[in-house]
């Protein structure tokens, strides 16, 4: 006889318990455990959504210069690897010498426009002192215009022609929105300081980024590869290779429309070609700038009297810009996925439309990486249809 066969105490309760898995409650003795409302992992998942909205509330006004400084590091990626590596000089040092060749390239130019606006206004400005000190007369260009000639010529005899009339049209306008001005000169003094701190950010994120950005990659496959694992080595390549592909286009692009289009404006007479020309090379970078220049030149030469060559320069502009377009653009921009027109002008337009410059390189990211997962989607659905493996 063992303990099994002895009678069970008067009075005491059966033990009992419930299953795991059946019901909220599960017994154990005489005490009834029930699962709690909030478990550990789905407090875990609202905390982590919590930091997460918290962190994009905060920090979203450093979007865009992450994104430069991404765009911007993943093209000149391959020069990084040679400082680093092949002149000896360490992350650190490739990256510290990356960043001040970048602040060369902006400051130098940036100055050297900021020097020449300052002069071209000093001779305005002292232009406009002579002429309200001793008045001027109609300049011929302006005079001689078709058909609106007559009315510039005499509009200008009546208010800034004769001597005081400058000063006048200041007062009055100065003195009757004297608030708006104010409030221009704080606006335009704010934007000012909000781009300086972004070039600064950008400028700290681009050294971390050359310093630190394989490192950084090789964190991203890691996870990349445990959310996606048949996909990731495919849709990952897509981003850098794209990126490398739109600045070099763009850069190309740009280039080769300031020439062609500036040696344009030197054989149709238009007055300081090089600075024209250098002028639409930037614009070209902003869908529909290079058009808007060449446009504005063609009328200029119509209105100052030759109206065949400003026909001409308009023909030609048209037709230069239907052939890049149609294809130098998309073969040079469409990166490894090969964008056809139509996703590489909606993302140049769209990017630009959200995120201004950044948003030409990152358009066409976006828009490969959906037409990237649009071909593997048809490639699966078509082995499935016809029962091939992927």
């Given at each position: 006889m063992n303990t099994r066969d002895m009678p069970q105490a008067t009075g005491a309760a059966p033990r009992a318990e419930t299953p795991a898995g059946q019901g909220g409650a599960r017994q154990t003795g005489l005490r009834v455990h029930r699962q709690p409302l909030v478990t550990n992992i789905s407090a875990a998942r609202w905390l982590l959504l919590a930091i997460v909205a918290a962190s994009?509330?905060?920090?979203?006004?450093?979007?865009?210069p992450v994104l430069a400084a991404s765009v911007i590091a993943l093209a000149s990626?391959?020069?990084?690897?040679?400082?680093?590596?092949?002149?000896?000089?360490?992350?650190?040092?490739?990256a510290a010498a990356l960043v001040l060749?970048?602040?060369?390239?902006?400051?130098?130019?940036?100055?050297?426009?900021l020097i020449y606006a300052f002069r071209e206004l000093s001779a305005w400005f002292n232009w406009a002192i002579l002429v309200n000190n001793a008045g001027a007369p109609t300049?011929?260009?302006?005079?001689?215009?078709?058909?609106?000639?007559?009315?510039?010529?005499?509009?200008?005899?009546?208010?800034?022609?004769?001597?005081g009339g400058i000063s006048e049209i200041v007062q009055l306008v100065s003195g009757s929105n004297i608030v708006a001005i104010y409030r221009g000169a704080l606006?335009?003094?704010?934007?000012?300081?909000?781009?300086?701190?972004?070039?600064?950010?950008?400028?700290?994120?681009?050294?971390?980024?050359?310093?630190?950005?394989?490192?950084?990659?090789?964190q991203i496959d890691l996870v990349g590869r445990h959310i996606l694992p048949d996909r990731w080595s495919r849709l990952?390549?897509?981003?850098?290779?794209t990126i490398s592909s739109t600045v070099t286009g763009m850069t190309l692009i740009a280039i080769g429309e300031g020439v062609i289009l500036g040696t344009a404006y030197w054989i149709a007479g238009v007055p300081s070609p090089v600075t024209f020309g250098v002028i639409t090379g930037f614009m070209a970078l902003i869908p529909g700038g290079a058009p808007l220049c060449f446009t504005l030149v063609s009328a200029y030469l119509v209105a100052s009297g030759t109206p065949l060559a400003g026909a001409l320069l308009f023909m030609w502009g048209t037709c230069e810009l239907f052939i890049v377009d149609k294809t130098i653009r998309p073969v040079l921009v469409g990166g490894p996925v090969k964008l056809p027109f139509l996703p590489t002008f909606f993302g140049l337009i769209g990017g630009v439309k959200t995120m201004g410059i950044v948003g030409l390189f990152v358009g066409p990211v976006l828009m490969a990486?959906?037409?990237?997962?649009?071909?593997?989607?048809?490639?699966?659905?078509?082995?499935?249809?016809?029962?091939?493996?992927?």
């Open positions: 994009i509330y905060f920090f979203h006004g450093f979007l865009v990626w391959p020069l990084r690897d040679r400082a680093a590596f092949q002149l000896g000089l360490g992350r650190t040092g490739a060749v970048l602040i060369c390239f902006l400051v130098i130019p940036i100055t050297m426009a300049p011929d260009w302006l005079a001689g215009l078709p058909h609106v000639g007559h009315w510039f010529d005499k509009n200008w005899n009546t208010y800034i022609g004769r001597p606006t335009a003094s704010s934007l000012a300081f909000h781009m300086a701190l972004n070039m600064l950010f950008m400028l700290i994120t681009l050294f971390v980024f050359y310093r630190d950005g394989d490192r950084i990659a090789a990952s390549r897509v981003v850098p290779a990486l959906l037409v990237s997962i649009w071909r593997e989607w048809q490639r699966e659905v078509s082995d499935d249809e016809t029962g091939t493996p992927g």
